[in-house]
Structures are given as structure tokens and as C-alpha cells.
């Protein structure tokens, strides 16, 4: 355990992008009904949810059990905040560097790292997640 | 009486329902397994299926399903007096919307994840994927008829909340352009959007001049305009067309630019929107003072129009939709199913229960009450105006000025509403275009063409419905009908889930029962509907023909279920029990 009492085991690596489909009662395009499209009218977002299942992958099989992987949709702004605000409380960061993380990660792309905010607007390459990841390991280890 | 007992007493119901009933059904009946690897873990890609936190997933799946249409249905069905509607909204989320929602979340996890419609194909054959597929497409219909005419009604109803509406259009675009296109970020955007949209409430409350009154540029009901129309009549007329162009165009848009921005701004309406109603009700503290049973009724009874007049709120079919094929695939357990699910639908009881007691503690006396319900068609005419100034006398509770309460209720209301019907529409355009397709109609397929069919078929069913009041008035008639389009997918799932259960050797009394009624309720109130009052009713053709359809959907789906019962089904394609 590191000072800030976070272990090995404790990295959080949240990744932030949205899934496919709209939210709307009584009727939205997901599941059944985008299925019956030829057209898939959520290809961007498809492209970046493929692209950050890339990242999510490799995390898992590079890190495993060392890293707590979790994926949110930025549309679910209650939870969004609420993990950052636990693992902002976890990892000791200031409330002003909480919420600047808070209100610049709240994108349609994110990664943040033990509730700091590592890229947003773009999903970053695996590499740089890795390295964020093993320089917190380093430090906390030594 | 307090309103704040029947809140406490509608909580502790649902309270009750999930503590007990939900862990009986949990245990006994799905007999969840912690162990069975669910479909997020069995093929975790990171894309589509991911294990996630059951609070996470319950905020994602209940924001999926959360809407306009429990808080309308409600708001018409305290005709009958406030507990007939309080006991189906209760009882109704407890005994079937909870069973629904949570069972379709589990035979979807027991399955892979596979959708509703892919199970429908696989457990009872390919003609009841056929059916699914023609539901859907009647309540695809029902829903842009239905939000045309609710939106259309609170434009006329509340004129300061139009401007607020439309300026929530440039405000998406703009969100869309600087997060999809230029890569920013979206606190700042919605936040902005929020406090302009509400804003704009604020000014147009006070200044009559910014108001878009319709009916009175028209010159009210006085007026004779084009057609023999009144200035009311003009004023619905102009709006279905705005509305129906408006959702011509948002349908053909690219998702990004209209569809997409929208949620953000509703994901925040929808949190501001319970903020309001609920910390107003316990803040102000208000008596209810409508009466508990409508003596005075005499033109429809609430058996069984009350259980279609209250489709979302007590059940609906749409939530197996999100439930099969979406949440089933990110289920970090098997057990969190009863979390997600069944208290999805409590979440929808909330919104319902909030609606109903807008409206019953907004008037100052039992006859005032009365007076605005003196009938069923006053009741769905005005019920949706008396829940935005129900609330707007909550809202007083935390300070909210009566006028401005209203526009920004109102604005909720019609923000959810519109976000449904660009939906709808743009599903429409697709189950068109694919059947074009499919029956090589080339010439049908194009978006815009099938965008035009979709709304010119909207449009004249939101028309052509008599009402007691004149040319636009009868669109209360379309209300019932979209609450029996949602009970038949709900009546449909029930079907899936139940064949499982009894396939499995298990006791599926509890879904079978919730199927049985609403099927029978549904085929009363269509009988009723379209042979007493549709057949022979003056320029009803369309009512008829819709209703009729939806008896037939209804008999199909008794005729799976008896075929299904009577042993004549094999069962051997059922697989997927077992997780890896």
C-alpha cells in the first residue's frame, strides 16, 4: 500500500463512450428495432465503440485482475460522476482538480485513470493507457 | 388526505413488492443463479457486452425506458377517481411490469443475450416473430399519432413553453456539432443548453409577447377560418403539420446532428423534472381533493379501459426491447437481474405515481375536479393540462413560481415527447423502406419517400379521429389504442417468458397470469371499442380498422399461447440454458 492507501490491485481505469442506440419511452433504436435496418444509423459511434473495445482488451489482457476495467456511457451523468467522485476521494485528488476532470471528461470519449483524467475527445492508444497504468504501479510499489 | 401518505404508502408497495415478491420470483421461479456466467462475461469484447456495476446499469436501463407516457396515461386515468389509478399503478408495477421486465432480462441472459424478436423466432416459431414485428409496427404508428397530438395539445394548453421547445432544436445541433465534430466536451454544451431552455421559460412566463398562443392569433373559438375551422381547430391543425415537417426532416437527419444531443439534454431534464415533482410534493406537503372513486361517471367504465388507458406506469411491452438485447448484455451476475429489471419498472411506477398525484392535489375542490373530468373525453383532453399545472403547484413547494413551474413542466413533457416521436418516425422509415425492400419496391426505399409515407400515414391518423369538441379533438381516442399496442408486446413477452418457465418444469403462474389478463382486457376493451362504438360511429373508419387489427393481434397471440399449452409444441431448440 502507497501512501494514499491505493494497492496494486486498486488501478481504476474508466472508460467513457457510448453505446448505440437512443433513450426514449415508448419506442427507441436498440436492439430489435435497429436490427431491422439494413442501414446502421449509429456507425460512428459503433466505429468508436469498437475502437474503445480494442483498448478495453488489451487492458484486461496485459493487467488482468491488477486493474478494475469499467465502462460507462456519459448519457448515465449521475454514475459518471458518482465513480469519479469515489475514486477522486480514493486516490486523495483536490476537489478543484475533481471537478475539472469532472467537466472536461464528461465527453463522448474518455479515459480516465484513477479518477484523472487521461484523454478525452479521441480514444487514446493502448500504449499510452499502459503507461499511465505501470508508472502508477511503479509508484506505488516503490 | 395527505398526499404525502399515498407517496409513502405507493413507496412502500413498491417497496414491498421488490423486498418480497421480486426474491420470490428471483429464487423460486428464474431460480437466479450467482454462478451461471452471464452472456457480459462469457463473451466480454468490451463492445456490446460488458459486465457492469448493477447501479450503473439500472441508472442506464431505467433512463432508456423513462418518458412522456407514464406520466400521460396517469394523468387520464384519475377519471375514474384517484384509486383505481393509484392500485393498477401500484399493483400493476409489483405483480406484471416488475415480472415483465425482470423475466425478459433474464431468458434474454439465459439465451446469449439474444433479443426479443430472436427469441420469439426461436421458442415459439417464425410466425410469432412475424407478430413481434407487426407490433411493433402498429406501435410505432400509435406512438407518432399519439405524441403528435400530446404535443400539439400542451402547445395550445401552454403557449410560453413553445419557444423554450424550439430553441432546444439549434441548442442540440450546436451540442452536436461541437462534441461529434469537433471533438468537445459535453458538461459545458448540455449545461448551457439547460439554463438557455430554461431561461427562455422564465422570459416567455412573463412576457405575454413571447408566447406562441395559436389559438388566440386565430381568434379562439369564435373564429371562422378556412374550412369551417374555429381558432382551437386551426391552431391543432397548424401544429400537427409543423410537428409532422419538423419530423420529416429529423428523421432524415444523421443521428449526430438531432437524435443524439437530445439525450443529453433529457438526461438532464428527466433528473430536474423528479427533483421538482418530489422534493415540491414534501416541501408544500399538499391535501388531496380529488375524490378516491368518480361517482359521477356514466359514459365509460374503468373495466377495462383503466388497465390501457395506463399502459407505461403499470406495464409496458417496450421495456423487454431494452431489457432482451441491451441490458442482458452487460449483467455483471445472474442476480442482478431482479435489481435491474425490477426496479426498472419501479422506476417507471415513480413517474406514474408523481403524475397521478399532480393531478390530485392540484384542484382547490372535489368539484372542481369534477368539473374538468366530466368526462372521458374532457379527461383525456385536459388530463395532461391538469398534471403540468399539478405540477407547477408542486413546484411552488421549492419556490418555483406557479407560471414558470408550468412552462418548464411543459417543456419536459414536450422535450421527452418530441425526442419519441423523431424516433418513431425514423423507425417507421426503416420498416418501410426494408419492406420496400423486401418486396422489391425500390422506388419506396429512398429515405426521403419513406420518411413522407411514415408521416403522411402519422399525420392522417392524428386527424381523423371525431371528437365531442370539434376537428382535433377526438385524438383521445388514439390514447387506449397505443396503451393495447404496448399490453400486446408486453402480452407477447409474457408468452416468451411463460413457454420458457414451463419448458424448464418451473411453476410460471407468475408471469401466465399477468399474460392471461392483460390479453383478456385487451380483447374486452377492443370488443367493446370497435363493435360498440367504432363499427357504426361517423368518420371512425380509421379507429375501427386500427382497432380491429389489434383484436386480431390480440386472438393471434391467444391462439400461440393455447398452442403452446396444449403439448403440440416441441421444445428440443430451446438451448443455451447453461452458461460456459
Redesign the interface.
Known sequence: MDEGGASVESVHVLLVRETDGNKSCCVNLSSDVLNIYHDKPFSERRTIMEEMGIVYRDLQNRFGSQIRLEIIDPRDILALFVILWQEGRRNRIGWKSMLRSMTRGMSSIAVFVNGELLAHGRVPSVETVSEKIMGIMKGTEE | MSAILLAVLGMLGFYLGYRYYSKLVAEKIYRLDPNFVTPAHQF?????F?P??K??LW??HF????????IVGPAIAVYWGWLPAFLWVILGTIFAAGVHDFGTLVISNRHKGQ????LADRIIGQRAKLL??FI?LL??LM?NAVFAWVIAKLFNTFPASVLPVFIEIPLAVWIGIA??RK??????PSFISLIIMYGTAVLTSYVPALSVDLPKWFGGEGASLLFGLNGIEMAFLTWIIILMVYSFFASTL???ML??P???I???QL?VGLAILYLGLFFLAPAITAPAFNGSVTDKSWLPLLFITI??GAI?G?HG??S???SSKQLDKETDARFVGYLGAVGEGTLALISILAVITFFATPADFLAKYESFGAASNGGLGAFVNGAANLATGIFIPQAVGATIVAVIVVS?AA??L???V??MR??I??IA?EYKMNYLTGKYTASFIAVAASTALVLTPGGANGFGSGGYHLWPL?GTS?QLLAGISLLIITIWLKKMGRNYMATFIPMIFLLFITIWAMVQQVFGEWMRGEGKMMLFVIGAIILVFALWILFEAWAAFSNRKDYSDITHEKGA
Open positions: 466480454n469484447d468490451g463492445v456490446d460488458v457492469t456495476k447501479h450503473i441508472g442506464h433512463t432508456s425506458v423513462a418518458g412522456a407516457a407514464p433479443s426479443l424478436g430472436t413481434f414485428l411493433i406501435l410505432v406512438v462534441v461529434y471533438g468537445g466536451g459535453l458538461f459545458w444523421p443521428v449526430w437524435l443524439q437530445r439525450d443529453y433529457n438526461s438532464h433528473i399502459a407505461c409496458s417496450f426491447l431494452v432482451s438485447g441491451t421527452f425526442t419519441t423523431d424516433t418513431s425514423r423507425i426503416y420498416i423502406a426494408e425492400s397505443f404496448n
